[in-house]
């Protein structure tokens, strides 16, 4: 079973911060999700990656399959980037099952 | 394209009652997952159809939980008898891809109350 480490648990910046989020995983893998919930709101999908680099707006993901290691990153942050970072983890071959980290609570303050 | 659709957002109830929380997934997608969130437990798995037949069913909690998938744009999670520990957030994603490779699209989310 995969072990997926989110660091760190809560995170709090001021507005125009970068920001970084980090997550590790124990097992090889076919892709990793970003995932970003509101409090009390949906689950809203910011990034699916196997390798490399990735880049939607402010937000840039990358992952390191050797070092079993992906960030997140956030350029001028915003207090409506206020919300949970989970980190999914999806196993090689037909396993189509995720293993999620337990989140980072990001606040952002003006 | 409206995205994952559910229904109801909120739901409270009484022990004992009966509970369904229905999908929409998005028009053209394979793949659909229940999946349950809690304080305690984080997301889970509850169930995964692949081209409306149900592939995984591990995650189901017990005999209470059912779940269908009678055509490609509906699916139905249920709890009979519903008990205050299955109080959660229920969450329906669908992805594009068979197998549930792709990105996921979630709903907003059905938050149960059971009382």
């Known amino acids: 079973k995969n072990e997926v480490e989110q660091s760190p648990q809560n995170l709090t910046a001021q507005e125009g911060e970068f920001i970084t989020i980090n997550c590790s995983y124990s097992v090889g893998i076919s892709a990793l999700h970003w995932l970003q919930q509101h409090p009390g709101g949906g689950i809203v999908s910011l990034f699916m990656l196997s390798s490399g680099k990735k880049k939607h707006g402010r937000l840039i993901a990358t992952i390191n399959i050797q070092e079993k290691h992906s960030s997140l990153h956030i350029t001028a942050s915003h207090p409506r980037d206020s919300a949970v970072y989970i980190c999914a983890v999806r196993g090689g071959g037909s396993n189509y099952k995720l293993t999620f980290g337990k989140g980072t609570l990001l606040t952002v303050n003006p | 394209d409206a995205g994952v659709i559910q229904s109801p957002r909120h739901e409270v109830t009484e022990m004992g009652q009966e509970v369904t929380l229905r999908c929409k997934p998005i028009?053209?997608?394979?793949?659909l997952f229940w999946y349950r969130q809690t304080m305690m437990r984080g997301l889970e798995l509850l169930i995964y159809f692949n081209n409306n037949v149900p592939i995984d069913d591990s995650g189901m909690p017990e005999d209470r939980f059912s779940a269908k998938m009678p055509n490609a744009s509906f699916s139905t999670l249920k709890i009979q008898p519903s008990e205050p520990r299955d109080s959660a957030v229920y969450f329906c994603?669908?992805?594009?891809?068979?197998?549930?490779?792709?990105?996921?699209?979630f709903g907003e989310g059905s938050r149960l109350t059971v009382l």
């Open positions: 994603a669908s992805s594009l891809e068979t197998g549930g490779f792709g990105e996921l699209f």
């Open positions: 028009s053209g997608h394979n793949s």
